[in-house]
């Protein structure tokens, strides 16, 4: 079985900065790929990033690259989602993902392990 818990979501003034945390459980074969997708009211679902615990590729959405990193910790047990620059549009609920894939894409259909989201609200 596999969980994962974010957490680090507030509330952060535009131009602000703010790091999410995922902490995994369960074994690391079933998920190979770790990621953060986000959704906003209204909205469809939005890959932001992902990454390939053993091999470290990482893949952005456009809309996010050159503000947002995501890495992990030595124990490759929590993945981190850094923020920088963040703008109202980036208002979402950030939720952690993972599947056992070799290729890690920003698809949500390809990932069966979600965690229960946390609220990032950037105001006007």
């Known amino acids: 079985q596999v969980q994962l818990q974010e957490s680090g979501g507030e509330t952060v003034q535009p131009g602000g900065s703010l790091r999410l945390a995922c902490a995994a459980s369960?074994?690391?074969?079933?998920?190979?790929?770790m990621g953060w997708f986000r959704q906003a009211p209204g909205k469809e679902r939005e890959g932001v990033a992902a990454?390939?615990?053993?091999?470290?590729?990482?893949v952005y959405a456009d809309s996010v690259k050159g503000r947002f990193t995501i890495s992990q910790d030595g124990a490759k047990d929590t993945v981190y989602l850094q923020m920088n620059n963040l703008k109202p549009e980036d208002t979402a609920t950030y939720y952690c993902v993972a599947n056992s894939a070799l290729f890690c894409a920003l698809a949500a259909n390809e990932y069966n392990r979600w965690g229960q989201g946390t609220q990032v609200t950037v105001p006007h």
């Open positions: 369960g074994h690391s074969y079933l998920r190979t790929c």
């Open positions: 990454m390939n615990r053993g091999t470290g590729r990482i």
